[in-house]
């Protein structure tokens, strides 16, 4: 079973861009379809971006595409979720997550978690 620590949150201004990282443990990680989603307070958890297993296909939800780009690096076992031009409407902990399956937008589709990392944009 694969584990996964995100990394790469903070604080920023409007209009900065943050590059967040989920390295993952474990022989497994080329077995997954990986997902990115957020959960902002008081919201539920939304998808953000998902990839295949072999990291040939992407995909991104309308309210971050143009702008977020998901890409993976099975060698290094990691994930990476490129955010630029960040408005204070992307403010929320982003989560990965890993599906044995492919990836999809619901948070029930997948079969484990990181413990998330806490992105605040300021105006």
């Known amino acids: 079973q694969v584990q996964l620590v995100e990394s790469g949150g903070g604080l920023v201004q409007a209009g900065a861009s943050l590059r967040l990282s989920c390295a993952a443990s474990g022989r497994t990680f080329s077995s997954y379809a990986m997902g990115w989603f957020r959960q902002a307070p008081g919201k539920e958890r939304e998808f953000v971006a998902g990839?295949?297993?072999?990291?040939?296909?992407?995909y991104t939800a309308d309210s971050v595409k143009g702008r977020f780009t998901i890409s993976r690096d099975n060698a290094k076992n990691t994930v990476y979720l490129q955010m630029n031009s960040l408005k204070s409407e992307d403010t929320a902990v982003y989560y990965c997550?890993?599906?044995?399956?492919?990836?999809?937008?619901?948070?029930?589709?997948?079969?484990?978690w990181g413990q998330g990392t806490q992105v605040t944009v300021s105006s």
């Open positions: 997550a890993a599906d044995r399956t492919y990836w999809g937008t619901s948070v029930n589709e997948y079969d484990v």
């Open positions: 990839i295949t297993k072999s990291g040939g296909r992407t």
